[in-house]
């Protein structure tokens, strides 16, 4: 059974840095991408970032990039969202999700639980 | 950056009748190459994460109830419910893997009428 365990989250001062993990089982995690998807209380999702399966490809949004940074531990089937210079519209649920193949080309077909981070002084 | 834009923003169909939600692309995510719609459909109940119903635009996901079905090609696409049930009231998204940005329309909400 595929399963996606995130943690990190929780209050964040403007500015600071935390980092997002997404414990990963189930299933080869080096022969799959993965994604992080976030959402805003209340509203819809937004694709964060991306990374390949062996890690050599990353992408990320316009709204991220240069402040986060994704990675992968593929001995310890670990994902990884390090996260700067919050700001107050980075708060939101932040989910790992898993490609359905190797690159993100593809639906994203198993979702962790999620974790919020919120952005506040 | 590939718009998604959904329609309805929420429908409230009864208990057994058919529910369709659209899912417009501001461009074509058929990709030539696999001769694919780079389209999937998501279910997300109130406290949950989504859940993948659909890929490829019309290909039903393991385990997704055959009341399920997607259509389109191109720039439009549907999601259809054949009869609604009581546990699909949720928000549906439709989401667009052709090119990055990945992109998501903005959400339908479905309700029991």
């Known amino acids: 059974e595929v399963q996606l365990l995130e943690s990190g989250g929780g209050l964040v001062q403007p500015g600071g840095s935390p980092r997002l993990s997404c414990a990963a089982s189930?299933?080869?995690?080096?022969?799959?991408?993965m994604s992080w998807v976030r959402q805003a209380p209340g509203k819809g999702l937004e694709w964060v970032s991306a990374?390949?399966?062996?890690?050599?490809?990353?992408y990320y949004a316009d709204s991220v990039k240069g402040r986060f940074t994704i990675s992968r531990d593929n001995s310890k089937n670990t994902l990884f969202l390090q996260m700067n210079s919050l700001r107050a519209e980075d708060s939101a649920v932040y989910y790992c999700?898993?490609?359905?193949?190797?690159?993100?080309?593809?639906?994203?077909?198993?979702w962790g639980q999620g974790t919020l981070v919120t952005v506040s002084s | 950056d590939i718009v998604m834009t959904q329609s309805p923003d929420s429908l409230a169909v009864s208990l057994g009748e058919r529910a369709t939600i659209n899912c417009k692309s501001s461009q074509s995510v058929l990709y030539s190459s696999n001769n694919k719609n780079h389209l999937g459909w998501y279910q997300q109940k109130p406290g949950q994460p989504p859940k993948l119903l659909i890929y490829?635009?019309?290909t039903r996901e393991s385990g997704v109830p055959d009341r399920f079905s997607g259509s389109g090609s191109g720039t439009d696409f549907t999601l259809t419910i054949s009869s609604l049930q009581a546990e699909d009231v949720a928000v549906y998204y439709c989401?667009?893997?052709?090119?990055?940005?990945?992109?998501f329309g903005q959400g339908t909400r479905l309700d029991i009428k």
């Open positions: 990374i390949s399966g062996s890690g050599d490809s990353t």
């Open positions: 989401h667009q893997y052709y090119s990055l940005p990945y992109t």
């Open positions: 189930g299933f080869p995690f080096s022969n799959y991408a």
């Open positions: 999700a898993k490609c359905g193949g190797g690159s993100c080309y593809h639906a994203f077909d198993y």
């Open positions: 490829w635009a019309s």
